[in-house]
């Protein structure tokens, strides 16, 4: 019987190895702690169904709002639009490109009513929130380093319990500068206490955490459930945030 090749989940991990002990840990929210592909479709869900959105097909609508989204926070994030752009732009574009519904205002409460219920959600990442609290009992100081809207991150670190165990929590959008640069990592590292040599950052997105840490000249660990393909030589690479304790 011929053999098959491996499947991309089954191919093994560069760098795959338990994380030792660091003295800071700083962490990305969204993909990496929380759930944002299953609690943003599901806070999309309940914004159409609230609006009464005339969505013949819900799965095909996401996935090509998915697609609109990715674009605007890829222009975001290197500082090509800012936030009320991105805000007003996504779920605007999708509106029209997916449905062709032109209504600026109908797309503006559209988006009020999904990050109101992004900020409620609660599912978090496979042993997101063990790992948070066994880190937190050793001793480590926690950090978040995250690109997004504070108003909703912050819901996010409350609503599934965790707010309280981290130090310091820098949002992109309250120190006016987005992950990759070099910036944010420092504000990060120094409100959590930690220095270039006892810093490590954990998160899900190579551009953004993994080269962006990189550059700044701490280790990563780059979360990785997916088995992506990868060749930025991240410091730790996983599938599991147990990893980390």
Known sequence: MA??????????????MKVPPYKCYLFDI???????????????????LEMHVQVSDFDDFWTKYQVVNAHY??????????????????????????LGVDDRAYADYLEVLYLGYMGRMTTMMPHAKEVVVALKERGARLGICSNGFSEVQYSKLINCGIRDYFCSVVISDEVGV??????????????AGGTRQDTIMVGDDVEVDIEGAQVFGI???????????????PTYTGDTLLDLI
């Open 3 to 16: 053999t098959l090749p491996p499947t991309p989940f089954s191919l093994p991990l560069a760098n795959k």
């Open 30 to 48: 969204d993909r990496t702690l929380f759930d944002f592909n299953a609690n943003a479709k599901e806070a999309m869900r309940l914004s159409i």
């Open 73 to 98: 926070w890829h222009l975001y994030e290197h500082g090509e639009i800012d936030k009320e752009t991105l805000r007003r732009e996504r779920i605007y574009q999708a509106l029209v490109q997916v």
């Open 178 to 191: 987005n992950k990759p640069f070099p910036k944010i990592f420092e504000l990060a590292m120094k409100g």
């Open 219 to 233: 280790d990563q660990y780059y979360y990785n459930p997916g088995r992506l393909p990868c060749d930025c030589a």
